[in-house]
């Protein structure tokens, strides 16, 4: 296996550290400053929701983000034989990812769901594309 497609791989694979941890930090953390606010009737964000929202956010948006785009784009510009539709679409896809991670550090929520709603569905269809064309065999 070349190098180039090793360290693409790796840096994509530890995203998922990044990712993990940040949804961790969501689930646990943001989850009990909920039901605080459900035990207390109280509509005011409890102190701490901020902090722990937004370092969840640099963790997934930002930095897992970022490690999956970059490792996604040293495979694709090193896989020379992908159609031009299919690397067009990755392209935009890589985009997105950019702009997901600058939305994350600009701490803007409209970036982030614009990012998603372009990113996701081309993520989405090149899973069922590499599905079907390499179908193992």
Do not use: Q
Not at 45 to 60: C, D, S
Request: aromatic fraction near 8%; proline fraction near 4%; include cysteine.
């Amino acid at each position: 296996t070349p190098r180039w497609a090793l360290a693409g791989v790796l840096l994509a694979a530890s995203g998922s550290v990044f990712d993990l941890s940040g949804e961790f930090l969501s689930v646990i953390g943001l989850r009990d400053s909920a039901l605080s606010m459900l035990a207390n009737a109280d509509a005011s964000i409890p102190a701490g929701f901020a902090a722990i929202e937004r370092t969840a956010t640099l963790l997934t948006a930002g930095l897992a983000n970022t490690l999956y785009t970059v490792g996604g784009c040293v495979l694709m510009v090193k896989t020379t034989n992908l159609p031009r539709n299919v690397r067009l679409a990755m392209w935009t896809t890589w985009i997105a990812g950019v702009g997901m991670t600058v939305a994350a550090v600009a701490h803007s929520p409209g970036g982030l769901v614009v990012s998603s709603i372009v990113l996701f569905p081309l993520l989405i269809g090149w899973n069922v594309w590499m599905a079907v064309k390499w179908k193992a065999t």
